[in-house]
Each structure stands twice: as structure tokens, then as C-alpha cells.
């Protein structure tokens, strides 16, 4: 498999590497900057600032090395749980919880939920042949759907809040723009749904034992460090990726594990072990088949926190969220912010602020352990 990787991500980067230069891109994120409306230095900005901070996902690991009680933490273990909340979460509780939080932000929200249970516009449980994960689905042609695998899990609970972010956000703009602007950006689609996670976390934490409260945050934090950190070790890792494709030719799959390897460690930091065989990841990684795409977890994992932030300092400021959900792809997304949410997304500081917050988690778990 490894060796039929390597000749795919060559053959690829090869002829992206060929296009490029016949159409005068001279960075190899260039056009999938410009298919998502962004200013390539403005993501360098971000990306750079994002890399700058891995220190602080190196904090975290360590805190989550010390949880779990193990020396020799490896790469593998990353995802290791902490510990189990027991309690469970069936779909229709959730679904009531989900309307009985949104009902007090806005009731377009719940109604919206509501709506889609009633039209069947959500396929719940897991079955023989369907596809995993989560998903949203719809267009200007047919209505918005949501597909879930849901098991009863805490988890549950948050696929169920960050799906139907994506689904507001589809109806939202196909509410209240032409049919040519009704999509939204690619940079800006995961802002709605980890926005709305934000809503029935604080709701649900609320109700947990003290016991659970710890495993709950250390999960949000794990959330985080995986949407920006490692994200944005992905997209550092592309970049030396087909630059040195672009330079060399070609590389080895050996030579490619190395790569990931390199990357992996610098968000991951000094607790964390590897071995040969970690540096593979980049097989079954399908990102890496759409080049450039893994910052914008990143981004809008950040964004959310901002939004989600000005939204706890003033209720009514819900109705500039909805504005953005409503903008579509009307304008890019540096005008949908600035114009909603008077967010300048050039102002590295304000990226620094949510950065500095997730930090702050970090140091509360390490005193909620001791």
C-alpha cells in the first residue's frame, strides 16, 4: 500500500505542479486560497502564528501523559480516553436538549431542529452499509439533510450540535440568498458547526460530577488540539511536501513517513514517542488528496471561539451570527466577518486570544487533576 501511495501523491503533486506553472501560480496552496476567497498571506499569517503556539499542545499531551500514568507515551496513545461519563445520551434526550438550549439563543434554531425531526430530514443510527461519521447533505435543488451514526455517547451529543451548525447554515443562506450565492466558502464551513458545540457543552457540563466535568474538558481541549494544532501541522506538512517534490522530482514512501514524522512531532512535542511506522498516517489521510484544505479547521475552529465569546458578553449579538450565517458566499469571507461580526481576520491578536484561551483550559485542567 505504501508503495502505491507513493506513486499516487508524486503523480499528484506532479501534475498540480505542472498546472501551476502553465497558469502562473507560484505557490502550490495558490489556488485552493483562491477557490476559498482568501488572501495567501493572510493564511500564511495564521498558519505561522497557529505553529508558533504549538507549545501549547505540547502542554496539553504532557498533562494528558501524567492522566494517564504512562511513561512511554506514544503517538498511538493520543487518543487514549481518560476516563468514561457513563451517563447516556439516547437521541431523543438530546434532540430535546439541543432545542431546549437553542430555544433561549434564538428560536429560529430550535424551530429549525424541530422542522427537520418532523420532516425526516435526519437518518439517526448506525446500520449495515452506511457510510460512518456524520455528515450534512442538501442543495438548491434538494432539501438539507443530516446523517448521523449516533451511539448514546457524550460524543453523540456534539455531532448532533456541530451537524446542525452546518445545517443552519445552509438554510440560513439558502433563506436569504439567489440561488448563486446560497453555498458559503470552504474556509469558513466549519465555523457554524463548532460554534454550535459551544451552545450544549456549557449546558451539559453543567449536570455532570465533578468526576466528569475533568473528562469532559480534557475531551473538549483533546477537540481543539486536534481541529487547529494538528491541523495546521497537516497543512506545514503539504507545503515541504510539494515543494520538495516540485525541487526533487519525486519522493520515497520512506522519504514521505519522515516528512509526516517531522511535522507530527512539532505539535505534538517532546512527551509524545514515535516510531518508523507513525509517519505512514499520510496513507489513510484523505486530505492530503485535496491539497491545502486541513487549515481551515483551523480557522474556523477560532473564529467560533470569537463569535461564540462576543455571544456570552451580549445575547444580542446572535443576530450578527445569524447575518453571517445568512451572507452565503455573497461576499468573502474577510467582508462576511468584518461586515457580521466586526472581526478583522489580518489581526493576528485576535487569533492570539483564542490561542491563549485554549491555554487557559489547559492550566485549569492541570489544577482540577491535582
Known amino acids: 500500500l505504501s508503495d502505491y501511495c507513493e506513486g499516487e501523491l508524486n503523480a499528484i503533486i506532479n501534475n498540480k505542479k505542472i498546472s501551476d506553472e502553465l497558469r502562473g501560480f507560484k505557490n502550490a496552496y495558490d489556488t485552493t486560497l483562491l477557490d476559498h476567497e482568501m488572501d495567501p498571506e493572510t493564511v500564511i499569517k495564521f498558519t505561522d502564528l497557529v505553529t508558533k503556539n504549538f507549545k501549547i499542545s505540547h502542554r496539553f499531551y504532557k498533562v494528558k501523559a501524567k492522566m494517564l500514568n504512562l511513561p512511554d507515551f506514544s503517538y ?38 424541530e422542522e427537520f425531526l418532523k420532516e425526516g430530514r435526519v437518518d439517526v443510527y448506525p446500520r449495515d452499509k452506511k457510510r460512518g461519521g456524520a455528515y450534512m447533505d442538501g442543495n438548491y435543488l434538494m432539501p438539507t439533510n443530516l446523517f448521523l451514526n449516533h451511539v448514546d455517547t457524550f460524543d453523540s451529543l456534539n455531532t448532533l450540535s456541530h451537524e446542525f451548525g452546518h445545517a443552519f447554515h445552509g438554510e440560513l443562506a439558502r433563506e436569504n440568498q439567489p440561488t448563486h450565492y446560497q453555498g458559503f466558502s470552504t474556509a469558513v464551513a466549519e465555523t457554524a458547526s463548532t460554534l454550535f458545540e459551544n451552545f450544549t457543552f456549557e449546558e451539559v457540563v453543567s449536570k455532570l460530577s465533578e468526576k466528569e466535568k475533568i473528562i469532559a ?60 511506522t507513525h509517519g505512514y498516517q499520510y496513507i489513510n489521510w484523505p486530505h492530503f488528496r485535496t491539497p491545502f484544505y486541513v487549515y481551515t ?25 445569524k447575518g453571517f450565517l445568512s451572507a452565503g458566499c455573497s461576499m468573502s469571507p474577510k467582508d462576511i466577518f468584518k461586515t457580521h461580526a466586526n472581526i478583522d481576520i489580518n489581526d493576528m491578536s485576535f487569533f492570539q486570544a483564542g490561542l491563549d484561551s485554549i491555554e487557559e483550559d489547559i492550566k485549569k485542567l492541570e489544577k482540577l487533576i491535582k
Open 217 to 276: 474538558l480534557h475531551d473538549k481541549i483533546q477537540g481543539k488540539v486536534q481541529s487547529i494544532f494538528r491541523q495546521v501541522a497537516a497543512f506545514n506538512f503539504e507545503i515541504e511536501l510539494h515543494e520538495r517534490i516540485k525541487n526533487e522530482g519525486s519522493l520515497s514512501h520512506e522519504e514521505i513517513a519522515k516528512l509526516m514524522t517531522k511535522h507530527l512531532k512539532s505539535y505534538c512535542g517532546p512527551s509524545m514517542k514515535f516510531n518508523e
Open 76 to 113: 498511538t496513545d493520543r487518543h487514549a480516553k481518560v476516563g468514561e461519563i457513563k451517563r447516556k445520551f439516547p437521541f431523543n434526550e438530546c434532540a430535546t436538549m439541543l432545542c431546549d438550549v437553542l430555544d433561549k439563543v434564538d428560536p429560529y434554531f430550535s424551530n429549525k431542529v
Open 297 to 321: 479547521y483551523a480557522f474556523g475552529e477560532l473564529i467560533s471561539e470569537s463569535l461564540y465569546t462576543k455571544y456570552q458578553e451580549d445575547p444580542k449579538f446572535i443576530e450578527n451570527i
